[in-house]
């Protein structure tokens, strides 16, 4: 079935984000390694990534790493500290050949020095590309997202920098770490788990969910496309009601 013929570019979601989960759990069921799992899950990513600049999207977020993930094992831990800089380095072409800018959400500081200077070093041999922003989530929560903007907020206000009645919900979001993208209009989270994990709790206030019982690493350009198809058959209305669309 060509599910891309179905796909109306005219209500292409502008930003979409995506909490890739089951890698390791996609490996269980194959009788592989968790990291194995990981490595076949950053193939998912190269060809959602290389579909999602082709049709046109402008931005995507990819929740890479969370402050949770922290508790994981540490050998799992390191092997996606490792595949993240391997996989920053191998894939730059790519993203230069289809048009794509790296960018990156979280507590960067936090990573090791490596992974911090492959994702810098990615990002700036990726900032001249204009078709599509792919930003990294990376030592990233949403909780910990607001704690970190609360407290420049609350700095600003004692500086004097701002005044408390000039604080509303557009100066919230221009001190958030995605305060260069717009809000997603549609989350897409594989694996069958039907929750937020602490992603983007404030920028999706009216995304649209996408629960998929694919696991990641077998999610790819047609899943990918069945998303966007649901996406496209919803009515947003945004405290609205029909009539008045």
Sequence with gaps: ?????????????????IIMDGNGRWAKSKGK???IGHREG?????EVTEVAARLGIKYMTLYAFSTENWNRPKFEVNALMNLLVETL???VPTLN????????????SALPKK?????EQA???TKGNTKMSLIIALNYSGRDEMVRTVQKIAAKAKDGVVKVDEINANFISNELDTKNFPDPELLIRTSGETRISNFLLWQIAYSEFYFTPVYWPAFRENEFYEAII???????????ISEQL
């Design 1 to 17: 079935m060509d599910l891309r013929s179905e796909i109306s570019m005219e209500k292409l979601p502008e930003h979409i984000a």
């Design 33 to 35: 390694a968790r990291v």
């Design 42 to 46: 950053v193939k998912s990513v190269r």
């Design 89 to 91: 380095r191998k894939e």
């Design 97 to 108: 050949k289809n048009g794509i800018r790296l960018e990156s959400i979280g507590d960067i």
């Design 115 to 119: 992974s911090q200077n492959a994702l």
């Design 123 to 125: 990002k700036e041999k």
């Design 230 to 240: 649901d996406f496209q058959q919803r009515e947003r209305r945004f405290g609205k």
